[in-house]
């Protein structure tokens, strides 16, 4: 199992709508829930909207953009344009890399405020890819004030891609198992795990040292000066706070408004990263038992969900389960592993999980759940994969520092502690970072930023991939942050149906203003 990322809950429900969408009618379920992909790409690229006037344009129509030096090309309610970017900010001469950006223009263009940044998180997602999606989901005053801006950062995606061997040796690494139970199967995890690394040494060359949050936003603020803004307005999911945060600190004039949505700092430990992640699965886990046990869920056909469930991953580590999968690939424990992981994201998911779980129990099929595992992990029909398995490594490796054996020992017997059945998946599997060719540039320093504007980091306490407390933690290292706590279940909250929620964050991209007092918010 790949170490885990961030989806933001309002894609999460997006893509489970896909799912479906792209599992139904389909009498031999070939690959069922890997079409996601390419669902997102059709729509990225040929959404249209009646009520925008950028619609009405002819499809190859380009535009300089205002008081910018982009270029635009048009397609649907969609302008996409490449920038030219620094390989390295530290040496201009070491040559350039294209970063590909989107963007969705207001449709009020008389009332416009400007461009709103946003980056979906990660790290390595698809900023192009989300603000195709988010037009869906977005309250309707900003889509008539702002231009909706996403960019593949440095490494991602349409931009200059990190790449870390193909498609079948992604199978072979995403598919090994979390917890490896012999010294055999140890042996075979640690070979992949330095594998993966020589392989994005091989495969991306220079660029591989510049894959991290520092870089990316530079990024940024390149992008801001090509669109010829003094100050940009941000939306940044989970990693994107990070992201966000690292900008402020780098940047802190050019902010005019940031929502930082599923925050965590750089300050977050070795240690309190993997407990906080793996006791926020674990409770997430434990909420659903809760709710397939009350709702009478497709798996709840045993008294004791949890040693049912336990039962079934142990059956899947011995024998992996036949799928219905083109390639003949099966469903092994590491695969189910982040089939159940991603259905943590948002409860919309947690009736797909029931029924994969219950056909892999009942029927000894696992192709429902490793069709969870394929939208997480991004894999094609055609067996090719987007960059962001592959771009969440190298960004997280090289945002380090890496961990000491003593940490990393200390980090492992805290995560048992708190959680005992999801622990050792965060914990047991060899890490390619130990294997890393590339120094890591980055620091567990606390965040310095001061000089900002009012910044509104939002944190939500059922939140099981970015933990409450990381939130508050962010928001007490930046100076001007106010925090919004937010009662529900979930990772990140802005978007994702709770009105109290975007109706703050609208106000506050509108005006720049929040409310007095305690911020607070329940589903």
């Known amino acids: 199992m790949a170490p885990t990322g961030s989806r933001p809950r309002l894609l999460a429900a997006l893509l489970a709508i896909l799912l479906l969408a792209t599992a139904c009618g389909d009498d031999d379920s070939a690959g ?61 001469s070491a040559g350039t890399i294209e970063l590909a950006v989107a963007r969705r223009p207001a449709r009020d263009p008389d009332r416009r405020i400007g461009p709103l940044l946003m980056n979906p ?44 061997g193909d498609g079948e040796f992604m199978d072979r690494y995403l598919a090994v198992d979390p917890v490896p139970p012999t010294p055999e199967a140890e042996a075979e995890a640690e070979a992949l795990a330095r594998e993966f690394a020589e392989r994005c040494e091989e495969d991306s060359g220079e660029l591989l040292a510049h894959i991290h949050t520092e870089a990316s936003a530079r990024d940024m603020d390149e992008i801001r000066k090509a669109l010829g803004e003094e100050q940009i307005t941000y939306v940044g999911f989970s990693y994107g706070t990070y992201l966000g945060a690292t900008y402020a ?17 750089r300050s977050v430990g070795a240690a309190d990263l993997s407990a ?33 469930f336990d039962a079934l991953m142990e059956s899947i580590r011995a024998e992996p389960l036949p799928t219905d999968d083109r390639d003949g690939r099966e469903l092994t424990v590491g695969l189910a592993w982040t089939g159940v992981i ?52 190298a960004y997280s490796c090289m945002d380090g520092p ?19 059945r999801v622990g050792p998946v965060f914990v047991s599997s060899p890490n390619p970072c130990e294997y890393w060719p590339v120094e890591p540039v980055g620091t567990a320093e606390p965040f310095q930023v001061s000089g900002t504007p009012p910044i ?68």
């Open 32 to 92: 069922r829930g890997t079409r996601f992909l390419d669902a997102i790409t059709s729509t990225t690229a040929s959404q249209t909207d009646p009520s925008d006037p950028a619609d009405q344009d002819d499809a190859d129509d380009t535009d300089p953009g205002s008081g910018g030096s982009v270029s635009w090309t048009r397609e649907g309610s969609l302008e996409f344009a490449t920038l030219e970017v620094p390989l390295d900010y530290d040496d201009p």
């Open 121 to 164: 998180g990660g790290p390595g997602a698809s900023g192009v890819e989300l603000v195709g999606l988010i037009g869906f989901l977005l309250p309707s005053d900003l889509l008539d004030r702002f231009d909706l801006v996403g960019w593949d950062p440095h490494g991602v995606g349409r931009s200059t891609q990190v790449e870390c």
């Open 249 to 265: 600190e780098l940047f802190p004039e050019r902010v005019r408004a940031f929502v930082l949505d599923g925050a965590y700092s």
């Open 276 to 308: 906080g992640q793996a006791a926020g699965f674990e409770r997430s886990v434990d909420a659903w038992f809760e709710w397939c046990r009350s709702t009478k869920c497709d798996f709840a056909s045993e008294p004791d969900l949890g040693a049912s």
């Open 342 to 393: 991603v259905a943590m994201y948002t409860p919309e998911l947690w009736p797909n999980l029931a029924r994969a779980l219950a056909e892999a129990r009942d029927e000894g099929d696992g192709s429902r759940l490793l069709g969870l595992a394929d939208m997480y992990n991004e894999r094609r029909p055609d067996g090719t994969y987007s960059t962001l398995q592959r771009a969440f490594i």
């Open 402 to 420: 890496t961990p000491t054996p003593e940490e990393e020992a200390a980090a492992a017997e805290a995560t048992l502690a708190v959680a005992p």
């Open 456 to 523: 509104l980091v939002i944190a939500t306490t059922g939140d099981p991939a970015t933990p409450y407390d990381w939130g508050v933690a962010l928001a007490e290292e930046l100076a001007d942050a106010v925090l919004l706590t937010v009662e529900a279940e979930g990772h990140t909250a802005f978007a994702s149906g709770n009105r109290c929620v975007d109706d703050i964050v609208v106000d506050y991209l509108l005006t720049v203003e929040l409310p007095a007092g305690e911020l607070r918010c329940s589903d």
